[in-house]
């Protein structure tokens, strides 16, 4: 599995409207509103490298309103209990 973190500038008054449209596409699997440089956070997990070519060039292009993206391919997933399990080790129970 891949997994992309896609950052968009969506136009004004449009992000409820873009944020449907991107949850029809197949991998997306949540979409956030944002503040700061970028509207919306887009979380994506595919099956190739080529599938992620098809979604961020192809239908993503599609949607209406999307004025700029970013996209960042995912290596690894750290969450709380490997996090947990990092700075615990050499520590006795």
């Given at each position: ?84 399990r990092m700075f ?6």
């Amino acid at each position: 599995m891949l997994q992309a973190i896609i950052l968009m500038e969506v136009e004004r008054g449009c992000l409820d409207r873009v944020a449907q449209a991107l949850l029809a596409i197949a991998g997306v699997r949540e979409v956030y509103s944002t503040a700061g440089s970028y509207d919306m956070v887009v979380l994506l997990r595919v099956e190739s490298p080529d599938r992620l070519n098809e979604v961020v060039n192809a239908e993503m292009a599609r949607v209406p309103h999307i004025v700029r993206t970013h996209t960042l391919t995912a290596f690894r997933c750290y969450d709380r209990g490997d996090l947990d399990r990092m700075f615990s080790v050499g520590l006795d129970p």
